[in-house]
């Protein structure tokens, strides 16, 4: 049986069950939502998962090799391992939260080797658990979970969050994208693990990532930071989405004519590439210092990375090919909801959140967090929030279902407007203010101040829209979410007036250090961006 056939069974059998009841509902079906619903339901709890895809194949951990901050409890390499990051991310990170992502990174990956995954191993014939292959990877969660009980509903995207009279999230409502037919959850905890906002571009793994659980959040009330460190652009060849960017630190890059362009290839480089890329195009090859067995490790590492090479009849070890910069957004950012405490918990009760979906400061700080750092906060974050949502649920007892609840999505499902915008126009829109380099990687007060413009204008023609037909209705919450997004990306941008991290402001170039604190955002209609409260700036790292 094929996987499509495989997951059209499991729906049928599901779709007959329009309205559930569980203890811990748990949105998204990456690495953090997996951990979360394992968690959860290891801990007790009877536990619902939906997903947007195909839980185990969609999205960006699914499609590719990741690296795991994983570091021994040996206290130099984990001393070594936090300082690395820190001058890069502004001295943001927190060393609490670094130490506890560390501690519960190692123990949830020796779990893994416990459970049976297939780590690859060095020719020593040791585990390289530092690496995990996301398709095999995701693969085995998926049987991990089920294994537990937890029940999963797949192709079946959230809408929105459903809340009791006291506005205690208390469940969630969607549809199925195959048949069309709506569900309704009602639970005692939700965690929201639907993966960061990559706005579209073709980064690979990222076309489910469109920031719904960011403003399914924001309608209930909850907050984000970081949102200013949210424009992260991977390097991809210009024919292909793949965007795993580690082996361009073996690369060359040149301008068309074969010259060589100075200072691509360092630290700064992203900058630099960016910087051509606006008037000319930029080459690659992958020649610098790599030997045979190099060669042999980079393909075993990741070999979706050469698919589009090999297809293509281009070796890139010997042959240029051209490159572009797609927008990664909040996936490779930082930015995310806001994490209140050590169980997860969003400034909203009843409502936890993992991975992507959450901020990633606490241990980043303003830097990207590329694949290993946010790998390891996504099995974590994961692993608490499943923990405290099941917690928090079965505290409630009987009450949790005797609750009456309303479901509080707005923009793209309900309007008593007129305007005809459609989703896909919309995106485009969005796209429009995003994408380009001099306005999001390099970034002015007139800059933003001129995207925010047509973006709030956008916002609030979404709101006067038509109420979508079903087969649009995922489609213009996508649209909406991302527009949300880049309105918290924006207006924090506007206000970190300095440059920090991966926020650069081409009119404030140099780091504050009287602004090395988070910054906090939220809203829907009214977006509000505050420095974070200075009781919780004492926690930063020193300068």
Request: glycine letters at 10%.
């Amino acid at each position: 049986m094929s996987v499509n056939q495989l997951a059209h069974k499991q729906l049928s059998t599901t779709n007959s069950a329009q309205n559930l009841e569980t203890d811990v509902l748990v949105i998204g079906g990456g690495p953090a939502g997996t951990w979360a619903a394992w968690s959860a339901a290891t801990s007790g709890a009877k536990v619902v998962l939906v997903d947007k895809g195909y839980c185990g194949t969609s999205g960006a951990a699914a499609a590719s090799g990741n690296g795991v901050w994983y570091i021994p409890p040996e206290v130099e390499q984990r001393e070594s391992a936090m300082a690395s990051r820190e001058a890069m991310g502004g001295f943001l990170a927190n060393r609490h939260w670094m130490t506890r992502v560390l501690d519960r990174t190692y123990d949830n990956i020796n779990s893994l080797a416990d459970w049976g995954y297939p780590f690859r191993v060095d020719n020593n014939g040791m585990a390289i658990r530092r690496s995990l292959q996301g398709p095999d990877y995701m693969r085995f969660m998926r049987k991990k979970i089920k294994q537990a009980g937890v029940k999963i509903l797949d192709n079946s995207p959230a809408l929105e969050l459903l809340v009791d009279a006291e506005n205690t999230v208390a469940g969630a409502s969607g549809i199925n994208r195959q048949s069309g037919e709506r569900w309704k959850i009602r639970a005692g905890a939700v965690v929201i693990a639907t993966g960061g906002c990559a706005f579209l571009s073709k980064a690979l793994g990222c076309n489910v990532l469109t920031g719904d659980g960011l403003l399914m959040a924001a309608e209930v009330g909850a907050d984000f930071s970081g949102m200013e460190f949210s424009n992260a652009y991977a390097i991809s060849p210009s024919f292909s989405s793949v965007t795993k960017t580690r082996y361009y630190d073996w690369a060359s890059f040149t301008y068309e004519d074969g010259t060589v362009i100075e200072g691509a290839g360092s630290k700064r480089g992203r900058s630099v590439i960016a910087k051509t890329l606006l008037t000319q195009p930029v080459y690659a090859r992958l020649d610098q210092g790599v030997d045979e067995e190099t060669k042999a490790w980079m393909r075993a590492s990741q070999p979706n990375f050469f698919v589009v090479f090999d297809r293509a009849g281009i070796d890139p070890f010997t042959q240029r090919f051209p490159i572009t910069l797609r927008l990664e957004g909040t996936v490779r950012g930082t930015g995310g909801i806001r994490i209140v405490d050590d169980t997860c918990a969003t400034s909203v009760s009843g409502l936890y959140a993992a991975g992507d979906a959450a901020t990633r400061e606490l241990i980043c700080g303003g830097f990207t967090g590329g694949g290993s750092h946010n790998a390891a906060w996504a099995m974590s974050s994961g692993y608490w929030s499943g923990q405290s949502a099941a917690t928090y649920a079965l505290s409630l007892g009987e009450k949790a279902t005797q609750r009456k609840v309303r479901g509080v999505g707005e923009v793209g499902l309900q309007s008593e407007g007129n305007h005809t915008l459609s989703p896909d126009e919309a995106i485009s829109a969005v796209q429009a203010e995003v994408f380009p380099y001099d306005r999001n990687l390099f970034r002015t007060d007139s800059g933003l101040s001129a995207s925010l413009d047509k973006l709030n204008d956008l916002w609030q023609y979404l709101r006067n829209s038509q109420t979508p037909t079903d087969n649009k209705v995922i489609r213009m919450r996508e649209a909406a979410a991302m527009v949300a997004t880049a309105r918290w990306m924006y207006n924090s941008g506007l206000q970190r007036q300095e440059t920090r991290g991966m926020h650069k402001r081409m009119d404030y170039p140099q780091q504050d250090p009287n602004q090395q604190y988070r910054l906090l955002s939220g809203g829907v209609d009214t977006i509000w961006v505050k420095p974070e409260p200075a009781v919780a700036s004492k926690q930063l790292v020193a300068v």
